[in-house]
């Protein structure tokens, strides 16, 4: 048996048991959002009132982390509440092997979200709850893969595209398949206007909205008057400091606030839970014209790496008749298909999450667990092969190339800067032993192994982003 039928088996009965919930699920998911990308984040330079309005009316989780440090693997995670490693998609789709003579070769990854697994479109459908999806699927190369099979009702600009060829029209042309409606439409404002359409056409039943924005993801480009403005804000050595980057988040924190009033226009705001959070961090190395387009700091490094800069991401939730705090509690991109489920009132798929609906309704704490990692490949952002595992304060990083084990205190040492492994090897083998013991538990995971055409004076060549065969030189 299945794992779809075993739920459709389960499900129907529940119905019978328990009345959903009333409330309307809304879920932005932002591409390559870095945790420090907001002003309520801490960012001196990006203006983000709406969203910072949003922050202030919900939870703000300071330790929200994206299952994955690169965009596909952690999108089906979040569908499906199970880690990159259970659901084998473990890189950006198709996921190739960007170095031919680096130390290892990392596995090719599944090339689409299986049908067999239970996205949250899917869950839902049991309490009557109608999906869209808007923006950015990214899992699957054809249709049979993409929202409308995996329990989506609707689905506008959904597809194998992981990047638009330009945030206008009609330079993005069927990259994003969704035709513009005038020239010099910018994507973002379009998505935006297609999910508040989805709002108003579905205010009278419960309804799921997924809105994964193509926006920050290169390629970067905003209006030229917004970038002006940015332009006379740049200060000399400030980590941020990219007036056109700045100009997109500014355009985006507009269509979030364009959104947030939409619901309140439809009379459903009080009844609808609204999520934004990103599916790795900030593209803080030199893909983007040779140069990093923001910074995570404090935080270390950026999208492609498996330290916080990488994995740690803005994690806002709003929730009706919640008061607004800030929590430091960590949690994870795979625990929203079991906190939708519990607050809908249908039973959660197996996964890998845990609810929150607990800790966000009634601040009653999380037990403790572990969070884990597993990211065995080289991204285009020069991350190597690695895994980590977080329980409490602690996070242990393994390096795959030579197996060594890095360990930190987040409480102190946000910036993963201090690494204790010499100084408490009792717990380096503890978190360590850990994570072998959760690799096995995955049966789809795969390890890179030892590359034959290993090159140590090559082995950084071969970045896509690259003008030439000296890495990161023009």
Known sequence: MTRRTFFQLAGAPLLAQTKPAPFNFVFILIDDMGWADLACQGSKFYETPHIDRLAASGVRFTNGYAACPVCSPSRAAVMTGRYPARTGITNYLPGAHPLPHSKMIGPMCQPHLDLSEVTIAEALQPAGYISGHVGKWHLGPSKEYWPEAQGFATNVGGSNSGMPKSFFWPQWGNNPPIAGRKDGEYLTDRLTDEAIGFIRTHRDQPFFLYLPHYTVHVPIEASEATARRFRAKIRPGEPQNDPVYAAMISSLDDNVGRLLNALEETNVAD????????????????????????????????????????????????????????????????????????????????NDGVSLLDLITKRKALAQRDLYWHYPHYSNQQGKPGGAIRQGDFKLVEMYEDGALELYNLKTDISERTNLASKMPGKTREFHARLVAWRKTMPKLQMPHQNPNYDPQKAGFGYWWQTSDRPGKP
């Open 271 to 350: 009844r609808t839970v609204v999520v934004f959070t990103s599916d790795n961090g900030g593209l803080s190395a030199p893909e983007w014209k040779l140069k990093p387009v923001t910074s995570n700091a404090p935080l270390r490094e950026g999208k492609g790496h498996v330290y916080e800069g990488g994995i740690r991401v803005p994690f806002l939730v709003k929730w009706p008749g919640v008061k607004p705090r800030v929590d430091d509690t960590p949690v994870c991109g795979i625990d929203f298909l079991p906190t939708f489920c519990q607050a809908a009132g249908v039973k959660a798929p197996p």
